[in-house]
């Protein structure tokens, strides 16, 4: 960024070009704390900077023609004297916006300072205010107490446990958030206790079980036969995807969201491997392609049409919604199931087949102890997983009736 100091006219500012990418300050020399920014579009906008209060201060005037140069040192004239009386009237502003902030405002905030918030984890969060919150929304965030904390907490339990104790440690994240991040003067902060903390203090948050289901040995049969079976469901003839899609899980041991984001620049024909990206723990996984796999892969592979994806939608994007194809295969087969059964039916096939903890551990992408010291000496890259993916695969077909599909 370049600073030019000169006198501001408005003959000057009305010819003033920028042929620069970057944004351009030019500061009067007539008054004290004016300057104008012109950014690489050719926006011109006054501001004034100052300290007060042993704080350096700016704020914007207005843009340029709109405010011309004998309104914009007036206007600067004011609140520098403010700033020498003391009067930080950046910090009121700001504190009156702060004052007014919304739940929902604190999640767009939340999310844009997050850099590293995965998609499924921003939806999941929008989907807490969308779902849960929905009447909260507009609420500002001063006024929630904990008293309406506990309230909602006991509402939403009526209907699930589970997605109430969600919802709370979304309200709990956005809270500790706006605990840091807004204030209603130097050092005050506009939320000073997190009203989420009465669960606690309470003992109020449920005590879920951890889930356990999984498909046994006995129904892999019928559940593998419902899923070969598949029929296009309405407007969408997806069944040849939808079908490879649930398998793969099966035989694979991948999460829901892993496996559709699958693309193809990370199946490795040659070397028989296949690479998970920006998993939930952020470690790469690279695993290697059983033989049923790997003919699943050259079969998806010959479809693949234009998408990057193994395993895309219509609109050759990831697969979204797959409930309606869940419930067909329900029904069918009379197996109720999520798609992360599937993932607890692999570790549990593999750990009936005595395969090493460790090998378990690297095949479903699960982080080292770090207070296991042996784990931490273990290596066990992609060709040691071969055997035990194939023996996993094998036992778990032994228990299907039916050829390989076509």
């Known amino acids: 960024m370049s600073i030019t100091h000169t006198e501001l006219k408005e003959n000057f500012l009305n010819n003033l070009k920028h042929d620069n990418d970057k944004d351009c300050i030019y500061r009067d020399t007539k008054q004290l704390g004016l300057g104008v920014k012109i950014t690489p579009k050719g926006t011109k906008t006054f501001f004034v900077e100052g300290w007060v209060n042993g704080r350096s201060r700016r704020k914007k005037i207005g843009r340029h023609p709109g405010v011309s140069i004998e309104q914009a040192r007036k206007d600067a004239k004011g609140i520098m004297g403010d700033f020498s009386r003391g009067i930080d009237s950046v910090a009121e502003a700001k504190a009156k916006k702060n004052s007014e902030i919304t739940l929902e405002q604190v999640l767009v905030d939340y999310i844009s300072d997050r850099k590293k918030l995965k998609p499924r984890t921003i939806e999941d969060y929008k989907s807490v205010l969308r779902v849960g919150l929905k009447d909260w929304k507009k609420k500002l965030l001063s006024s929630i107490t904990k008293q309406d904390v506990s309230e909602r907490h006991r509402l939403l339990s009526k209907t699930s446990m589970a997605r109430a104790n969600n919802t709370m440690r979304v309200l709990r994240a956005l809270f500790n958030y706006a605990m840091e991040e807004y204030e209603i003067a130097p050092g005050q902060p506009l939320i000073s206790h997190n009203p989420t903390k009465t669960l606690s203090a309470k003992k109020s948050w449920n005590n879920v079980p951890r889930r356990t289901s999984y498909i046994k040995e006995e129904q892999i049969s019928d559940w593998f036969q419902a899923v070969l079976n598949l029929q296009p469901l309405q407007r969408s003839p997806m069944n040849d995807v939808i079908r490879d899609y649930f398998i793969f899980l099966l035989l694979s041991g991948f999460r829901e969201n892993e496996g559709k984001l699958l693309k193809w620049e990370n199946i490795d024909f040659k070397k028989r491997t296949f690479r998970a990206k920006d998993t ?72 009936s087949l005595d395969i090493s903890h ?36 094998n036992h778990i077909l032994l228990f299907t009736q039916s050829e390989k599909s076509d």
Do not use: C
């Open 280 to 351: 939930k723990n952020s470690l790469d996984q690279l695993l290697p392609m059983s033989d049923y796999l790997e003919e699943l892969f050259l079969r998806r592979y010959k479809f693949r049409g234009d998408s990057v994806y193994v395993f895309p939608n219509q609109d050759n994007e990831p697969l979204k919604d797959l409930r309606a194809w869940i419930k067909q295969v329900t029904e069918v087969s009379g197996i109720a199931f999520t798609l992360h059964d599937l993932r607890r039916t692999f570790a549990t096939t593999a750990e």
């Open 358 to 393: 460790y090998a378990i551990k690297k095949l479903i992408n699960h982080k080292t102890d770090q207070s296991d010291v042996t784990e931490g000496y273990i290596q066990v890259g992609a060709e040691r997983l071969r055997k035990p993916m194939q023996q996993i695969t």
